[in-house]
């Protein structure tokens, strides 16, 4: 094994660096992702090259289009990163807050403190600026974390990793707690994928096929970003306006996102006077529709919808309508083909209302809002470095507090047991 | 692969009764608790005869001792299933909750609801009151649950979860909800590790070889139950008869559990009135000491140290002995050799035993009380499925609402994405 070495020892070193984070104090912590602020606006002269080059290596190898573009990091990526890290910088610190705190028959106070998780490991494919996005906010809840780019990014990907440790030192933080693996080769995401003892989760950061493949081969947890089979119901209780506006949002607005609304399903009560007009609105914005015969038969111009439909997530204009006979059967179809991620109701009737919230199981569930809205900064986590579809320890977005744990704290008077 | 459709089509079926478990309320979970507490307690001889086959043949196969004893299912562990069955019963039900709810600048009001795991796997050895114990808890928090005891106790696992079954339908819930794993090849346990789709978390309970079985083999997250090396550290500032009796406590109490104290951190400056009264309690409770050179000579019974002793996890009554010269080197002897699993601090010195608190990154951090407090029991948290050392999802002793996550949910009034 030719990476076991090198990857163990970043591993020890990870480890090393995060024992130093979890106690560093908040303000040295606040002080690292500033100055990797500045030294990234600083700097846009030498991430500009390293990217150049690889770039320039991608065309060579004949890539292009949009996975061309996911590469660049052109001057707006390089702002965006800089307002990113300014924003994780100034949130809240999560560490050291006591969740809870009770008092024990004994006399013994009990509570729950946040501590950081320890150390990340965090597995993604092309987009280079995953690499200052995701350790901000490692960096922010006091871990440590073994990034591993896509090879194609290489040079951009040492060069935005360089800048952060180089920022971590100036505010007197160990850099490893920012570390890059520098060899592109798959064999090293399977030696790190070995170091349970070293690295306390994994997060993979791409296509399904990453994904298994880390789930698959990791010895510690993986928390899952699979896909989103989104959908929203519109009750026969709904207003038909804020329903038109809600379907039309969670479909047109970004359609190639994981959020995004790939099936629609309608109380056959409303069918008639909803559908028609909301066909109208998707023809106009250049959706295809594929539906049940029901919907068919009110909106000519839809296709029509084979088995594989319903459980297909587009992530383009393209979108699966059904009629249902019941908020029930709504709720088995989404039982059935959906993926637990995003669910919405548009209904004015508040026991059904509470209903769906309550028994629909996944990651987001709205009421009477678009589905556009699971994501972190959306709903108010500040920042989000994926939406888990594990439900294990974090369902759903998953920002700075969901890399944080919590250890159990205890204070006495000199209780022991009898 | 023998079992593989076996082992997948329990999967299947736990996953619909998840389904049904996950909103079927909390009065139906709690009748099947109260239900399978009186079902046991009526099926004394059932039990006792299914055990005696299982005792039978392990005597058959050579086991004796207390490895023989484990697997008895005596009127008085039969007693203690049913009470903890009724305590569980009687617990608040954690669905449901709202754990906390904002407000977004749209108007969205955003929440976290806590809801069930899933589907729950558990691997675990001899002991066969845990097929009772786990599933209450799992039950508890509307969660299906896969078992796979240990084949010695083979019978006497059918048996009971026979009952537990029983109980499900009696009130109403899928039985499907618990399942036992019939055959007792590993293979069918390698079958389990593989159905990332129907498990959401396997919960290995057992020795050290079992759980890296599971962490290398499984595709689900893990939580693991490993070892504690527990430190209790006696500061300058302690009132030196309180730290007797937490020391004591800490070690006598019951040596051969995972939060009995291994190793005694004594400060070089109390050490000289501190140790030979402390020596002379364990002496005459029969513990063995081996210490650092600073510690032999104040207690001369005390046997000499060697490096392997600090690592050690003796569950026995042996322990280690160091003088440090603060409690900077105390911690860490903590970092270097603990397990994080439980430490204590003995000490009246307010600014210590906070530093203590916060720097120690252990899944319980004491002050001024015995290690032996790290139990969901005398935590407060009603009943306990195992003391969990991975830092994800769950760092410490879980309880029921260890067996929840959170959804996020969204209340609106026509909110769309912008």
């Known amino acids: 094994m030719s990476y076991e070495n090198a990857i163990r020892s970043m591993g020890q070193k990870a480890r090393r660096a995060a024992r130093i984070m979890a106690t560093a104090g908040s303000e040295a912590r606040r002080r690292a992702l500033e100055e990797a602020a500045e030294a990234l606006g600083r700097a846009g002269d030498r991430i500009a090259q390293a990217n150049a080059e690889d770039l320039k290596q991608a065309e060579e190898r004949g890539i292009s289009g949009a996975k061309l573009e996911r590469l660049r990091l052109s001057e707006k990526v390089v ?239 393209i979108l699966a309508v059904r009629v249902v006979d019941s908020m029930e059967e709504a709720m088995e179809h989404i039982a059935a083909y959906g993926s637990d991620h995003t669910e919405a109701i548009v209904t004015d009737n508040f026991e059904r209302a509470h209903r769906f919230l309550e028994q629909v199981q996944s990651s987001l569930v709205l009421v009477n809002a678009s589905t556009r809205f699971n994501d972190g900064f959306q709903l108010g986590l500040g920042a989000e470095i994926g939406i888990s579809t594990s439900r294990l320890h974090a369902f759903g977005p998953m920002g700075v507090e969901e890399l944080t744990t919590t250890k159990f704290v205890a204070l006495g008077d000199g209780q022991v047991r009898t």
């Open 79 to 317: 702002g965006e990163m800089v307002a990113g890290l300014r924003e994780v910088a100034l949130l809240p610190d999560p560490l050291g807050e006591i969740v809870r705190m009770w008092r024990r028959p004994n006399g013994l106070r009990v509570g729950r403190m946040r501590i950081p998780l320890g150390v990340i490991g965090i597995v993604y494919e092309s987009r280079p600026n995953v690499t200052v996005d995701a350790a901000a906010l490692c960096v922010k809840a006091g871990n440590s974390v073994i990034l591993r780019g896509g090879s194609e990014a290489f040079r951009s990907n040492r060069c935005l990793a360089g800048i952060l440790r180089e920022s971590l030192e100036k505010a007197g933080l160990p850099p490893d707690a920012v570390q890059l693996v520098e060899t592109t080769d798959r064999e090293a995401v399977l030696e790190m994928l070995k170091l349970e003892d070293s690295i306390d989760v994994m997060i993979p950061r791409g296509g399904e096929e990453l994904i298994r493949f880390v789930a698959e081969n990791a010895r510690m947890p993986v928390l899952k970003h699979y896909k989103g089979v989104c959908h929203v119901y519109v009750d026969e209780s709904a207003d038909l306006a804020m329903a038109r506006g809600i379907c039309f949002n969670s479909k047109v607005q970004r359609p190639g996102v994981c959020n995004a609304m790939e099936t629609l399903l309608v109380h056959e009560k409303i069918a008639e006077s909803f559908l028609p007009p909301m066909a109208e609105d998707y023809r106009k914005a250049g959706v295809e529709l594929r539906g049940c015969p029901r919907t068919r038969a009110l909106a000519p111009e839809c296709g029509a919808a084979v088995e594989e439909d319903w459980a297909a997530e587009y992530l383009d204009l």
